[in-house]
Each structure stands twice: as C-alpha cells, then as structure tokens.
C-alpha cells in the first residue's frame, strides 16, 4: 500500500522525544535478523518479473531450520498464478480454547526501474542510517519482522496461550492480480481463523529533524475503487466540427466531477482522531473541529480543515480523475474518449451510491459511467477495542514516552479489507515512523530509517507476546 499519513502536516504542540538518529552498533541478533531482511528485500516480487512463491519458500525454510514442523508451514498458491504463491505459518498455543492472533505482511512490491532509481532497487544498500530497495519498508520490513518473531519464540522455547499465526501473502500492490489474503480468506477461512489481525498500516511520523510527532494504529481504510467515463460518437472530418464531440462531453463531465463536493462523514475512528488531536491544533482548526463534529454541513468549518490534503483525505469521499484516452487521429472528430476516476470510499458508502453520485454530478446521458474491477467489497472498519488497542499504545508509550498516540482511517488500502469483512478485525500496528516525504514509498528510492525498523522489530516482538499472553 501507499504509506500516507492521516495527519502529514500536522505538528503537535509539546511532543517529546529526541531524534531518531542514527542508534549505536546493531546487536548480534539484528545483525541476525539485519541478513533474513536482506535476504527477503533482494528477492524480486514485482509481478512482471518476481516470485512471490520464491520468496515464501525461503522464509519457510527459516523457520523450518528453527524448528517448525512441516504441519506447521502451509505453503499456498493458485494453480494458475505459480508465481503468487504465499505461507501461512503457525506457532500452536497452550489453550486449544483460545481464539488466534493472527500477523499479516505482504510480500509483492510495486515495480521499480533499475534506470530510474538512484540505486539498484533490488539490492539492499545501507547509506546515511537508512536501508534502500524496493520494499524496504512496503511490505518487507513487516513480513521479515513476522518471520523473525517466529524464529526467536521457537528458538526461546516461548509457549503462547494463544496461538500465533502468520500470513505472507501475494498480490496487494496490484488492483486485478491474484490476491492471497482474498485467497485465503474465500478459500482457507480455517486456517487464518483468529481474534484479530495485526498488519501494515499504521505507524508514526517524524518531523523534519527526526523527531516523532505522533504514533498511530489504522483502525479501518477508506475503498478504492475504479470507475469508467465513457463517450462514444460517429465522429468525422475534423474539417467539419461540431458541438457533439466526445472530448468535450467528457471534458465537462470532469469539470463537473473537480467541482462535486461529497458530504463530510464521520466514523468512529475518524470522530476519535479528531477528538483526540482538536487540542494539538491552532485556535481557528480547534473551532472548526468542533463545529464539524457537531454539524457534519457546516461549510465554513470543512473549508478550514481541507486547507490541509489529508484532512481533506479522511473527511469524505474522494474522487479523482487518473487516465485519459480519446481520440484516434489528429484530423479526424473523436469516436470514443474515456477517462479513469479513481475514488476513495467512506466506509458506510457503497460503490453504487458513488456511481449514482457522479452520474448526477455530471448530468449528461451520452457519458457512460460504469464499474471498473472490484478489489473488494464495502466493509465496515474494525471496532475500538481496547483489548487490541490498549496494549499497542500502552507499549508504544513505554518506548516513546511523551509521543501522542492516535487513531487513524487510512486513505489508501490494505489486505485488512478481505479479511474484516469474514470476522477477523483487522488493524494496522507496526510501531514504524515514516518521514514527512512518504520514504519512497511506491516511488523512487524507497527506504526506512535502520533504527526505525529495529525498533519497530523490538516493538512486534513485544507485543506480540503481550497479544499471545492475553486473557479472553
């Protein structure tokens, strides 16, 4: 997933901390853990030219050689997607009465053009206190994390209550790829059963020294979904124009798409964030907070808030023109132009609803809107549990002391969103902070700061054991 920040351009009024500079010599076990990262990040998993299937097998083998049976390790794949395999792995708990938890990571990553890239991107490079390659942090920093807690508890002798259980899974980074955790959740449902799920999503900011801002949980994520505008015409000699042309159709019906506004929605998570950050912000964005919190229409209080993008990302839905494709020669009136509107749902509000919304926005018959792939349906976000969120903050205050701990929706879309909707709740806690400019993420010379990814592997770890200990 794209790694954004709810809250990218806020800085919070009496955040404590120091920088994350650059720590002292890595211990012997993440110098252990620093060659299993390595491994996983040079291991190409782009879909045009990579092997999720690969790419699983080596970490399989990692915890076969710490001691997990083979009834342990479920490798997977889809008879017609060899390449897009995946591992579910499970470490048995004390109490066969005890729900699971569950740690979910993706190992697919967006593609990357070594021409483009500053340095190989399929090379682990440490430079300047940061890793670089793609996927040194989206995703592969949660799945080698996944992969190494596993390894110590073994290796430790450590006996969960709960069962632990881990996913590694294919195809999150492309919309109409095999998806493992969709895969799973349709056709595995048993063996990924679990309370809940731990996944990518959350995670921290820092501030242009370095120093954390905010540490965050993703509590439910908005759907993204594609849609098509179409115009089709006879067309004719450019020589001849008139008003009927399918550009322009589509043109206005773009422009009226810029200027539709949809209502402002509040979920629980949302209405928690915002309550929870109204005193961090300046004395008009504290009014506006609580104007909109109590009326949803106020225009004044909404115009204030979306001066700032990722206001303007959670507020509602979002809906944004991407592609464009008309015309089929230079002197010739256009037969066909099409466009592709990418749209941010608000969870509560179904696809149909928002095709019905642009097609009344743009109000004109001959501009065919209509559903592209569905990457997953409408699902509500998970619930506030404290007994998922109480221990994820409680330890992230013990490690970060002073840093503000917040709740998130996230704009863009994680494999959460086929497995809440078959029961297994999930949230995103990785106890990572991401730089103000987004680390590359889905771009060019992606990266995650070393004491960042150390630190977020001490932070899994812990709480993991904490989950695995938890009473019902």
Same mark, same amino acid.
Request: glycine residues 8%.
């Given at each position: 997933?794209?790694?954004?920040?709810? %809250?990218?351009?806020?800085?919070?009024?009496?955040?404590?901390? !120091?920088?994350?500079?650059?720590?002292? #010599? =890595? /211990?012997?076990?993440?110098?252990?853990?620093?060659?299993?990262?390595?491994?996983?990040?040079?291991?190409?998993?782009?879909?045009?030219?990579?092997?999720?299937?690969?790419?699983?097998?080596?970490?399989?083998?990692?915890? &076969?050689?710490?001691?997990?049976?083979?009834?342990?390790?479920?490798?997977?794949?889809?008879?017609?997607?060899?390449?897009?395999?995946?591992?579910?792995?499970?470490?048995?708990?004390? @109490?066969?009465?005890? &729900?699971? !938890?569950?740690?979910? #990571?993706?190992? @697919?990553? !967006?593609?990357?053009?070594?021409?483009?890239?500053? /340095? @190989?991107?399929?090379?682990?490079?440490?430079?300047?206190? +940061?890793?670089y390659a793609r996927g040194a942090a989206d995703d592969k920093a949660m799945a080698s994390i996944w992969v190494d807690t596993l390894v110590r508890y073994k290796e430790e002798g450590f006996k969960p209550r709960r069962t632990l259980k881990m996913a590694l899974t294919c195809g999150e980074e492309?919309?109409?790829?095999?998806?493992?955790?969709?895969?799973?959740?349709?056709? &595995?449902?048993?063996?990924?059963?679990?309370?809940?799920? %731990?996944?990518?999503?959350?995670?921290?900011?820092?501030?242009?020294?370095?120093?954390?801002?905010?540490?965050?949980i993703q509590v439910g994520e908005k759907l993204s979904q594609n849609f098509t505008l179409e115009v089709t015409n006879p067309g004719g000699h450019s020589s001849r124009p008139v008003p009927d042309n399918a550009i322009y159709h589509l043109a206005n019906a773009l422009v009226k798409i810029q200027?539709?506004?949809?209502?402002?929605?509040?979920?629980?998570?949302?209405?928690?964030?915002?309550? /929870?950050?109204?005193?961090?912000?300046?004395?008009?964005?504290?009014?506006?907070?609580?104007?909109?919190?109590?009326?949803?229409?106020?225009?004044?209080?909404?115009?204030?808030?979306?001066?700032?993008?990722?206001?303007?990302?959670?507020?509602?839905?979002?809906? !944004?023109?991407?592609?464009?494709?008309?015309?089929?020669?230079?002197?010739?009136?256009?037969?066909?132009?099409?466009?592709? %509107?990418?749209?941010?749902?608000? =969870?509560?509000?179904?696809?149909?609803?928002?095709?019905?919304?642009?097609?009344?926005?743009?109000?004109?018959?001959?501009?065919?809107?209509?559903?592209?792939?569905?990457?997953?349906?409408?699902?509500?976000?998970? $619930?506030? @549990?404290?007994?998922?969120?109480? $221990?994820?903050? &409680?330890?992230?205050?013990?490690?970060? $002391?002073?840093?503000?701990?917040?709740?998130?929706?996230?704009?863009?879309?994680?494999?959460?969103?086929?497995?809440?909707?078959?029961?297994?709740?999930?949230?995103?806690?990785?106890?990572?902070?991401?730089? =103000?400019?987004?680390?590359?993420?889905?771009?060019? +010379?992606?990266?995650? /700061?070393?004491?960042?990814?150390?630190?977020?592997?001490?932070?899994?770890?812990?709480?993991?054991?904490?989950?695995?200990?938890? =009473?019902?």
């Amino acid at each position: 997933m794209l790694k954004t920040f709810a %809250v990218s351009a806020i800085l919070f009024a009496g955040a404590s901390g !120091v920088a994350l500079a650059q720590g002292a #010599a =890595p /211990r012997p076990d993440q110098l252990e853990y620093r060659a299993l990262y390595k491994e996983l990040v040079e291991t190409n998993t782009s879909l045009s030219a990579g092997s999720c299937t690969v790419a699983a097998e080596r970490m399989a083998a990692h915890l &076969k050689a710490a001691g997990f049976p083979d009834a342990d390790l479920h490798p997977f794949a889809a008879p017609d997607h060899p390449k897009e395999g995946g591992l579910v792995a499970i470490l048995p708990g004390r @109490d066969p009465k005890a &729900k699971a !938890v569950l740690m979910l #990571a993706h190992l @697919d990553v !967006v593609e990357a053009k070594r021409e483009d890239w500053t /340095r @190989d991107p399929f090379t682990l490079v440490e430079e300047n206190g +940061n890793f670089y390659a793609r996927g040194a942090a989206d995703d592969k920093a949660m799945a080698s994390i996944w992969v190494d807690t596993l390894v110590r508890y073994k290796e430790e002798g450590f006996k969960p209550r709960r069962t632990l259980k881990m996913a590694l899974t294919c195809g999150e980074e492309t919309n109409g790829a095999f998806n493992g955790a969709e895969y799973l959740a349709k056709n &595995k449902r048993d063996l990924i059963d679990a309370a809940f799920a %731990v996944n990518e999503g959350g995670g921290g900011l820092l501030d242009a020294a370095g120093k954390p801002v905010f540490q965050g949980i993703q509590v439910g994520e908005k759907l993204s979904q594609n849609f098509t505008l179409e115009v089709t015409n006879p067309g004719g000699h450019s020589s001849r124009p008139v008003p009927d042309n399918a550009i322009y159709h589509l043109a206005n019906a773009l422009v009226k798409i810029q200027g539709y506004r949809f209502p402002v929605m509040f979920s629980d998570t949302t209405r928690d964030f915002y309550t /929870r950050m109204a005193k961090t912000r300046t004395p008009e964005e504290q009014a506006a907070i609580a104007a909109l919190l109590k009326n949803p229409k106020d225009e004044g209080s909404r115009a204030v808030l979306e001066k700032d993008p990722d206001n303007n990302a959670i507020l509602h839905t979002n809906c !944004v023109a991407t592609m464009l494709d008309a015309g089929h020669a230079t002197n010739a009136l256009p037969q066909r132009a099409r466009a592709n %509107v990418n749209c941010r749902i608000f =969870p509560g509000t179904s696809t149909a609803e928002v095709q019905k919304t642009l097609g009344d926005a743009i109000g004109d018959p001959k501009v065919k809107v209509s559903i592209r792939e569905i990457r997953n349906a409408v699902a509500p976000p998970p $619930p506030l @549990d404290p007994k998922v969120l109480g $221990p994820a903050e &409680k330890l992230a205050a013990e490690m970060w $002391p002073g840093v503000p701990q917040v709740r998130e929706m996230s704009a863009g879309a994680t494999d959460g969103a086929f497995l809440t909707p078959v029961g297994i709740p999930t949230y995103g806690i990785s106890g990572d902070f991401g730089d =103000p400019d987004g680390d590359g993420v889905h771009g060019l +010379n992606e990266r995650i /700061r070393v004491k960042v990814l150390y630190d977020s592997r001490d932070y899994l770890y812990r709480l993991m054991k904490i989950y695995a200990e938890q =009473p019902d």
